[in-house]
T-cell receptor, first 116, second 112 residues
Framework: DVKVTQSSRYLVKRTGEKVFLECVQDMDHENMFWYRQDPGLGLRLIYFSYDVKMKEKGDIPEGYSVSREKKERFSLILESASTNQTSMYLC???????????????FGPGTRLTVL | SQQGEEDPQALSIQEGENATMNCSYKTSINNLQWYRQNSGRGLVHLILIRSNEREKHSGRLRVTLDTSKKSSSLLITASRAADTASYFCATPASGGSYIPTFGRGTSLIVHP
C-alpha cells in the first residue's frame, strides 16, 4: 500500500528552537513537497525537491530550509521557530510524467506544529 | 503562482442530495486534479482530468472541465455523511514550474 509518513502528528516547540519535520515515502518517487496549511489560506508550497540533494523554493520559503539526502526522505527545518510558523505541515510525493505534467500527489497525514 | 479557486467556500446539504463545487483558474492548464481532505488529515486524490477531456466519472463523482471558461466542477451524487470534508482543486502553477497549486477549498457538510 502506498504510503507517505510524517514523523509526528502533533508537535509543540518554543520560540527560537530548531525544529525538524521528517517525511518518508516508500514509492520511489523523485518529487517531494512541503506545504503549510492555514485556515482561509489553503495549501501553500514551501519547498519541493525533484531529486536527491536538489531543491527549489516554493511560494513561502522564508524561515525554512530543507534537506534531501536520500530519495525516500525529505526534511523540513525551521532554523529558529517563531509563533507565526504555527501551522499544519503537509508532505507529499509524486511522479512527474513529462514536462509540466504532474501525476497525483500522495500526502502524509500532516504535522500540526504549535510554536509557543 | 496560485491558479485555482474553489466556489463556494462552504456548502451544507442533507444526506441523499447532490453536492456541486466549482473551480476556476487563470491560465491554460494541461490537467486539473481534485482532492479531498477529512478534518485534520492529509489530502487524498480523487480524480485527474486532462485538458482534452470534458468529463470524467469515478463512482459517485463526476468531474467536468470547460477549458474555454477556465473552470471545472465536481459533482458528488447521493451524498453521504462520510462525504463531509474539504475539497480542493489543484492546477499547474503559471510561470513555468507547473507544480500543482491548490485553492482554498470548499468545505462540505452533509447532514445525516
Amino acid at each position: 500500500d502506498v504510503k507517505v509518513t510524517q514523523s509526528s502528528r502533533y508537535l509543540v516547540k518554543r520560540t527560537g528552537e530548531k525544529v525538524f519535520l521528517e517525511c518518508v515515502q516508500d514509492m520511489d518517487h523523485e518529487n517531494m513537497f512541503w506545504y503549510r496549511q492555514d485556515p482561509g489560506l489553503g495549501l501553500r508550497l514551501i519547498y519541493f525537491s525533484y531529486d536527491v540533494k536538489m531543491k527549489e523554493k516554493g511560494d513561502i520559503p522564508e524561515g525554512y530550509s530543507v534537506s534531501r539526502e536520500k530519495k525516500e526522505r525529505f526534511s523540513l527545518i525551521l532554523e529558529s521557530a517563531s509563533t507565526n510558523q504555527t501551522s499544519m505541515y503537509l508532505c507529499a510525493s509524486t511522479i512527474q510524467r513529462g514536462l509540466g505534467f504532474w501525476d497525483e500527489q500522495f500526502f502524509g497525514p500532516g504535522t500540526r506544529l504549535t510554536v509557543l | 503562482s496560485q491558479q485555482g479557486e474553489e466556489d463556494p467556500q462552504a456548502l451544507s446539504i442533507q444526506e441523499g442530495e447532490n453536492a456541486t463545487m466549482n473551480c476556476s483558474y487563470k491560465t491554460s492548464i494541461n490537467n486539473l486534479q481534485w482532492y479531498r481532505q477529512n478534518s485534520g488529515r492529509g489530502l487524498v486524490h480523487l480524480i485527474l482530468i486532462r485538458s482534452n477531456e470534458r468529463e470524467k466519472h469515478s463512482g459517485r463523482l463526476r468531474v467536468t472541465l470547460d477549458t474555454s471558461k477556465k473552470s471545472s466542477s465536481l459533482l458528488i451524487t447521493a451524498s453521504r455523511a462520510a462525504d463531509t470534508a474539504s475539497y480542493f482543486c489543484a492546477t499547474p502553477a503559471s510561470g513555468g514550474s507547473y507544480i500543482p497549486t491548490f485553492g482554498r477549498g470548499t468545505s462540505l457538510i452533509v447532514h445525516p
